[in-house]
């Protein structure tokens, strides 16, 4: 009963917000849980995107993540090759970076830009699945 309800809570939510613009056009970002983002993984077509170092990413990722270095210096030519109509997911290990990557992706005129709320580490902690690699 409280996945239903999870669901068409964030059914609603998505429903009410259109297509994430506003009335000037500009895209909304989305501070959402890790139950919220779990929903939005099963219910939408998604990019997931671990903003995250590769080498926090090998320690530990959420399934069916890509994995783009905010830091990197290829990061503006990597998030070029994403679809702006798609909706994106970010997260990196506590938030920070992924804040300031959701601001990139906004102003490079991506539609729907969905933040993880306590970012990996939040993840975790809620004891949802992770992959390693190996």
């Known amino acids: 009963m409280k996945h239903v309800l999870i669901i068409l809570s964030l059914a609603?939510?998505?429903?009410?917000?259109?297509?994430?613009l506003?009335?000037?056009g500009d895209t909304d970002i989305k501070l959402v849980t890790p139950e919220e983002?779990?929903?939005l993984i099963e219910l939408e077509?998604?990019?997931?995107?671990?903003v995250r170092t590769p080498e926090e990413h090998e320690e530990g990722y959420i399934p069916e993540s890509q994995n783009i270095d905010y830091n990197s210096p290829t990061f503006e030519?990597?998030?070029s090759?994403?679809?702006k109509t798609k909706p994106v997911i970010l997260y990196c290990k506590s938030g920070r970076r992924s804040a300031k990557c959701s601001k990139k992706l906004?102003?490079?005129g991506f539609v729907k830009i969905y933040d993880l709320d306590g970012g990996f580490s939040k993840w975790k902690h809620d004891g949802l699945?992770?992959?390693i690699k190996s």
Request: charged share 35%; hydrophobic share 35%; with cysteine.
């Open 12 to 20: 609603l939510m998505v429903l009410s917000t259109g297509c994430g």
């Open 37 to 39: 983002m779990q929903t």
């Open 77 to 79: 030519e990597d998030i």
């Open 106 to 108: 906004k102003e490079a």
């Open 129 to 131: 699945d992770i992959d």
């Open 22 to 24: 506003d009335s000037k």
């Open 45 to 50: 077509d998604v990019q997931l995107i671990d």
């Open 81 to 83: 090759k994403l679809d």
